[in-house]
């Protein structure tokens, strides 16, 4: 919703204000992204957001908001038919979740993984 994209905004901004770390602020970057990918008009700056948040959460500690925006980024690739730039971020986001015992994120990717191999059986090849 706009309320919260002006929300998303004002965090990022306080963020950068307050030096926080890059990983604070791409975790804020990526939920910004996700969010405007529901906006007419809005989808490829919301993916370019997310992949800028994920780059930026990857200099940081490998846990659940990595593994979050690497799911989130994911679904942005399939909303914009890559399937196979989708499928390489769920795999990562599996990896880490599982290097990580972050259950809650591994759950919620193999679901996802069933749906997609259900419906794009091409992509086992």
Same mark, same amino acid.
């Given at each position: 919703?706009?309320?919260? #994209?002006?929300? !998303?905004?004002?965090? $990022?901004?306080?963020? %950068?204000?307050?030096?926080? =770390?890059? @990983?604070? #602020?791409?975790?804020?970057?990526?939920?910004?992204? !996700? @969010?405007?990918?529901?906006? &007419? %008009?809005?989808?490829?700056?919301?993916?370019?957001?997310? +992949?800028? %948040?994920?780059?930026? *959460?990857?200099?940081?500690?490998?846990?659940?908001?990595?593994?979050?925006?690497?799911? /989130?980024?994911?679904? %942005? !690739?399939?909303?914009?038919?890559?399937?196979?730039?989708?499928?390489?971020?769920?795999?990562?986001?599996? /990896? $880490?979740?599982? +290097?990580?015992? $972050?259950?809650?994120? #591994?759950?919620?990717?193999?679901?996802? @993984? &069933?749906? $997609?191999? =259900?419906?794009?059986?091409? *992509?086992?090849?």
């Amino acid at each position: 919703s706009a309320d919260a #994209i002006k929300c !998303y905004e004002r965090v $990022i901004s306080l963020k %950068g204000e307050e030096g926080a =770390t890059n @990983a604070s #602020i791409g975790e804020s970057k990526a939920e910004l992204g !996700y @969010a405007l990918l529901s906006e &007419k %008009g809005l989808m490829k700056h919301g993916l370019r957001l997310l +992949e800028e %948040g994920v780059v930026m *959460l990857e200099s940081g500690p490998q846990n659940g908001f990595l593994v979050r925006a690497k799911r /989130k980024l994911g679904i %942005g !690739y399939l909303k914009v038919l890559a399937p196979r730039h989708a499928l390489g971020q769920f795999v990562d986001a599996h /990896k $880490i979740a599982e +290097e990580n015992g $972050i259950f809650d994120q #591994i759950q919620r990717l193999e679901q996802m @993984a &069933k749906q $997609i191999d =259900t419906r794009l059986p091409f *992509l086992r090849r």
